[in-house]
Each structure stands twice: as structure tokens, then as C-alpha cells.
């Protein structure tokens, strides 16, 4: 075969044409095993070829001229480039999937997958690859396994670098720069056909409108954002946070998507470093609140009080429990407050000082008042030493806040504290969630340890009488504010005859007679427990 002419494909480096005395129009694809020969165009040619060229407008024409004056103008379809398209994405597809489609001017289909963006970008549809590389990655950056997907389809959707050509057959080029050349034209080759096309700079140089131009930009932002928290690069991902912030709440509310993206990014962020993603959290709470836009962040604040007292992991979430979760979510001084005590119940587990960490857990939620880092305020509302406010609801319900707590008061001996809020707390939750079980737990703990140190100190009758009398005030504090009077007046004069009781028992007892005292000490215990309990059912008929 004599060849006398050829060209290259203007958009696809791998595809040559060629036109010789066989009087037929030869189209190669260098990417195939051999450099295969994909088809010939023997008509309308009488006699041998003298020329062939690939049109600049129209990516998929070529122009081929004989010796005698003939001319044709061949045309690539579809349906002849989809065999060249070497499909780089695994797809795996349900049903659903593989019924949704585009179909191409040229009356050609593809499947709405990576496939299908391989295929479009293969066959120059580029505003329809485009469209369908950003709804894909929209859905893949919301996934752990298909993040790497989702930076991929970006990728498609940017155009190669502009590349210095070299003569090849230059003699001043060693063995090594032509193989290095060799090298570089392959990987080109390889990719310039999944790309945009050259001398594109971006998909804004292309007629799309600014709302997918805005999407793209979100889009490019989010992915690489996400990649660089899933590899620990902190250093980028600081860069990201920096934009992100600038950003409008309004921004992120145009999507269900978009408020996915981040809520999953504050989730990447708390595992990677907690107290930084909490401070994070709470700029992007005031950026929603200053927008009047916060009922929208309940879809990020929820993560933020997970898990919570409604959602107990030993039993399963009631209706009511979780609407009580979603109806919590909607208030910003709530969730606000608890975003910045987590960030600093953080900070101050891993401080390396010699500090007493208990004393300044019970001291931050105990405070009246919070300092803040950022916002408007300098300081903000605390819990002022109560977990449950007037109305009888929580005031915070995250688990994080509450067990830190709790295992202050526990390590620092306050047990009546840890008896009144836990019975405050058990009382208002007792019929949506489970978790009402370990707050009964934690206060039958505290009124055991109660006990244990009033009979380890049977050798003091006034210290034994002072611990039961403690006793006495954690219960009637621990009830309701308007229930106080009434069971003050239903017990008290049972209290002052077990006081008169004890102190008699008391002064008259030595040595010998102890374990009987502590005895005693139990079954006073008891009886003020009746009474307790005796009100507590009182209340749940009320």
C-alpha cells in the first residue's frame, strides 16, 4: 500500500486518517493493539487519493480529494466512534440506572453513568458531557467509596495544559529525550480524547449558563475540599475552609445536596480534629443565623448534638424521639451553646497541664455565662448549673456534653449534684427514649455512694445525720419548682420524727452495735425513697 497523504484528527489524537492508490479512505486508531485499522471508504473514488484532511470546524468531517477531481466529505458517526471508547470508570448500575438515558442528536443513546460521560466527551458532546460529569459528581462527593469518582469527573471537565511540541526527528535530542517525548505523547494521547477539546481553558469558555457555571465552581471547591480532609492534608484543606467561609448561607441552601456536602465536611472534619471543626461549625451556625437561614442548618446541627439523649444506642428511636431531636435543632442559642462547650470540654481533655479537668468541666457547664471565640457577642448564655430549664425540657441534649459532665461530678464525689441533674434530666425523657434507663442508673449510683459514705461514718452520728439529710434535699430539689411546697408538706413531719429518731438512736450507740445503726441508715434511706417515688407517680397521674 502506498500512502500519499494523511492527517490527524483535530479532537482525537489517537484517530488518523490516510489516502493512497488503493483509491480508499483509511481511518486508524493508534490506541488500538497494532494501530488497527477501523474502517475504508472505497466510493466514490475512481482513482488514487492525493488528499485527505480532517476539517478544523466540524471535529468528527474529513475531506478527501483524488487525482482525477473527485472530492468527498466523510463523516464519523456515533455509531463508528463507539467502539474506540475505552471505558476507564468501573460502573456498577442498578436497574433504575440502566433505564436512564441520553439520547443524541445522531439518535445514539448513552447510559446516565460515567459510561456515558466517557462516551459523550469521546464523541465531542461536550456541554452534555459537562452537564452529566457534574450531576454524577454531585451524588459520588456525598460517598466515601466514590469520592475518588466524583475528583475524576472534575477532572474531565478541565482541559489538558498546553504542551511544547519538539521535533522528534531532531538529532540534538538524546535517546533519553525522545523516549521521555514517547512517553509524554502516549499519556496525551491517552487522555486528550476524554477531555475538553484543546484550546479550551475551562468550561467557562464554553456557552454554559452561570448557574452550571456556579454549580461547577461549588463543585470543584466541595470535591477537592472533601479529598484533601479524607488524606489528612490539612494544610489545603485550611485553604478551602478559608473560601468556604466567605461563601453565602444562601449558597447553600439551593440544594439538599449542597447542605449534605456540609454536614458530611463537618463529619470529615470532627474526626480529623475536633475542637477546630466545632469552631468551624459555630462560624458556619452564626453565617446561617445572621441570614435568618438557620432552620435550614438543622440538617447540619443535628450531627453536631450526635448522639443525642433521644437516641439512646441500646434501644431504637421513637417517633417522638426524633421529632423531639428535629424540633431542638431549630433553636440556635440551644445549638450554639453546645457547639462551643463541646469545643471547649475538648480542649480542655487534651490539655497537657497539670489542671484539675474535672473541676473546670463541672465549672463550664455550671457557668451563667460562656466566652466566646468568634461572633458577634463576647459571651453568650450557659446552662447556669441546670440541664433542664422551666418548661421541663432539656437544655442540652448531647451525649458528649452530659457524659463529660456526669464523669466530672462522679470523679469529683458530688453526688447530689449528680443525683438532682440526673433525675431532672430522667424525668423529662422518661417517655421518649431509652437512655431514661441509664439516667435512672446513674442516680440509683449516686444515692448507693450517698449511703456508703454516711455508714462508712457510723463512728459520727451528726455526719451520718448530715448525709441522710442531704439525701432529703437532693430528692425534694430534684422535683419540679411548683411541686416543692406540697411535698414538703406531706413529708416533713416524717423527716423531723426519722431526724428526732436518729439522733436519739444515735447519741446512745458504741461499738457494738454499728452495722445495726448502718442498718438503720438503709432503711431511712428507703423510706425517703418511698416518699419519692410516691410523688413521682403523683406527678405522672397529674
Known amino acids: 500500500m502506498c500512502i500519499r497523504d494523511r492527517s490527524w484528527s483535530n479532537s482525537h489524537a489517537e484517530i488518523l486518517a490516510s489516502g493512497g492508490w488503493d483509491r480508499r479512505v483509511k481511518i486508524w486508531n493508534l490506541n488500538a493493539s497494532g494501530g488497527q485499522m477501523m474502517d475504508d471508504f472505497q466510493k466514490p473514488f475512481s482513482s488514487m487519493i492525493s488528499g485527505v484532511e480532517f476539517c478544523r470546524r466540524s471535529h468528527d468531517s474529513l475531506v478527501a480529494t483524488s487525482v482525477s477531481g473527485e472530492a468527498a466529505c466523510i463523516t464519523l458517526t456515533d455509531d463508528f466512534l463507539e467502539p474506540m471508547v475505552v471505558h476507564k470508570f468501573e460502573v456498577e448500575e442498578s436497574n433504575e440506572q440502566k433505564q436512564m438515558v441520553y439520547a443524541l442528536k445522531s439518535g445514539h443513546k448513552v447510559h446516565h453513568n460515567e459510561n456515558g460521560v466517557e462516551k459523550l466527551f469521546y464523541f465531542r458532546q461536550i456541554k452534555q458531557a459537562v452537564m452529566l460529569a457534574i450531576n454524577l459528581a454531585k451524588g459520588h462527593q456525598l460517598s466515601d467509596e466514590k469520592l475518588g469518582d466524583a475528583k475524576t469527573l472534575i477532572e474531565l471537565c478541565k482541559a ?71 488524606a489528612a492534608r490539612f494544610g489545603e484543606f485550611e485553604n478551602h475552609k478559608q473560601r468556604i467561609l466567605g461563601w453565602d448561607a444562601g449558597d447553600w441552601i439551593k440544594s439538599t445536596k449542597k447542605m449534605l456536602v456540609l454536614r458530611r465536611t463537618v463529619a470529615e472534619y470532627l474526626e480529623a480534629d475536633g475542637p477546630a471543626a466545632f469552631e468551624f461549625a459555630g462560624m458556619m451556625c452564626d453565617k446561617f443565623e445572621d441570614r435568618h437561614k438557620f432552620l435550614e442548618f438543622g440538617m447540619v446541627a443535628d450531627l453536631l448534638v450526635h448522639p443525642s439523649i433521644y437516641e439512646h444506642h441500646s434501644s431504637k428511636v421513637t417517633k417522638l424521639g426524633q421529632d ?108 421518649i427514649s431509652g437512655y431514661a434507663d441509664v439516667l435512672s442508673a446513674t442516680m440509683a449510683r449516686g444515692y448507693n455512694e450517698l449511703l456508703h459514705a454516711a455508714s462508712a461514718k457510723s463512728d459520727n452520728g451528726v455526719e451520718c445525720l448530715q448525709h441522710l439529710v442531704m439525701i432529703f434535699r437532693v430528692v425534694v430539689d430534684s422535683r419540679e419548682r411548683e411541686l416543692n411546697k406540697g411535698f414538703l408538706e406531706k413529708v416533713t413531719s416524717s423527716v423531723e420524727m426519722l431526724c428526732e429518731t436518729i439522733v436519739g438512736f444515735l447519741e446512745g450507740y458504741d461499738s457494738g452495735n454499728i452495722s445495726e445503726a448502718r442498718e438503720f441508715a438503709l432503711s431511712v434511706n428507703s423510706q425517703l425513697g418511698s416518699l419519692k417515688m410516691k410523688l413521682e407517680n403523683e406527678h405522672i397521674d397529674k
Open 160 to 230: 489538558l495544559p498546553a504542551v511544547e511540541c519538539c521535533d522528534a526527528l531532531d538529532p540534538a535530542l538524546s535517546i533519553e529525550d525522545k523516549a521521555e517525548m514517547k512517553i509524554q505523547f502516549l499519556k496525551e494521547m491517552d487522555q486528550l480524547s476524554y477531555r475538553l477539546p484543546p484550546g479550551t481553558d475551562d468550561i467557562d469558555s464554553l456557552d454554559h449558563s452561570p448557574d452550571v457555571m456556579t454549580e461547577y465552581q461549588f463543585l470543584k471547591e466541595s470535591v477537592d475540599m472533601l479529598d484533601d480532609l479524607a
Open 324 to 431: 423531639s431531636v428535629v424540633e431542638h435543632c431549630k433553636d440556635y442559642k440551644a445549638i450554639r451553646l453546645q457547639i462551643r462547650l463541646q469545643q471547649l470540654i475538648l480542649e480542655e481533655t487534651t490539655r497537657k497541664d497539670n489542671s484539675d479537668v474535672a473541676t473546670n468541666i463541672i465549672n463550664l457547664v455550671e457557668a451563667d455565662r460562656i466566652v466566646m471565640a468568634h461572633g458577634k457577642e463576647a459571651t453568650i448564655l450557659g446552662l447556669d448549673g441546670e440541664l433542664v430549664d422551666t418548661s421541663n425540657k432539656p437544655k442540652v441534649v448531647s451525649l458528649a456534653i452530659i457524659h463529660s459532665y456526669f464523669s466530672a461530678l462522679i470523679f469529683k464525689e458530688f453526688w447530689d449534684s449528680l443525683i438532682i441533674q440526673s433525675s431532672a434530666l430522667e424525668m423529662c425523657i422518661r417517655e
